[in-house]
């Protein structure tokens, strides 16, 4: 069993949409969360960073963490043609200077 | 704030040759930096954590004579890939860690690097 396992998609909605990805995790001793977003041929770039359980909301996006059932999500509303990309979930075990470990990357299409 | 340039952002090269990748922090020091590898279709797997001033930590499976990293200040690091061959060819991407901070990582653009 991998460590982090994120469906790839891809995931096609229309536009206005209200997407859901998510993540499971096996690993009980992660407690830092993150989500990115990487358009193709780029660099990811950090949507939302949670620490241990909960929510956490800005603009259109929402994160999850649910730490008892090792399962995060990241939930956009009103989605946007833009927002058509590769979104990333990450997850790391404690503080600053510890790798990142990655999902596989759910690739989101929103057509208008 | 907190930008991460990388260069260059492709390059092409000749097998057998060696290729350096630059992995700056632009506006913040960043005491680690991370080398990653995406081949396509894939996530980013870890190659290297790179501390400024000590070597790096290769990741199992990676040739740390083949990656060589340099961490020479607070705000550079460098990626040499070394006798590169076609299946060297990746798309390369450091991050960097703000110094002191919570685990927020920036990253780079990535270097798309082609073999032949």
């Known amino acids: 069993q991998k460590e982090v396992e994120q469906d790839p998609g891809p995931l096609s909605v229309p536009e206005g949409a209200i997407v859901s990805l998510n993540c499971t995790y096996s690993?009980?001793?992660?407690?830092?969360f993150m989500w990115y977003r990487q358009y193709s041929r780029k660099g990811p770039e950090l949507l939302m960073y949670?620490?241990?359980?909960g929510n956490k909301e800005d603009g259109r996006f929402t994160a999850q963490v649910d730490k008892s059932s090792k399962y995060i999500s990241l939930f956009i509303r009103d989605s946007q043609p833009s927002d058509s990309a590769t979104y990333l979930c990450a997850m790391s075990l404690n503080q600053a200077g510890t790798a990142l470990i990655f999902g596989k990357g759910t690739t989101l299409s929103v057509s208008s | 704030g907190a930008v991460v340039s990388q260069h260059p952002s492709r390059v092409i090269c000749k097998s057998g040759t060696s290729v350096k990748i630059e992995c700056r922090s632009l506006?913040?020091?960043?005491?680690?930096m991370f080398w990653y590898r995406q081949f396509p279709k894939q996530s980013l797997m870890l190659m290297a954590t790179?501390?400024?001033?000590?070597?790096?930590?290769?990741e199992q499976g990676v040739e740390k004579d083949k990656f060589l990293i340099n961490h020479a200040s607070l705000t550079l690091s460098t990626l040499t890939v070394t006798s590169a061959h076609p299946e060297d060819s990746s798309f390369y991407i450091c991050s960097a860690a703000v110094t002191g901070g919570r685990n927020e990582q920036f990253f780079g653009p990535g270097t798309r690097l082609t073999v032949l």
């Open positions: 949670t620490y241990s359980s």
């Open positions: 690993n009980s001793a992660f407690q830092y």
């Open positions: 790179s501390n400024e001033g000590s070597k790096a930590t290769y």
């Open positions: 506006d913040f020091q960043a005491t680690t």
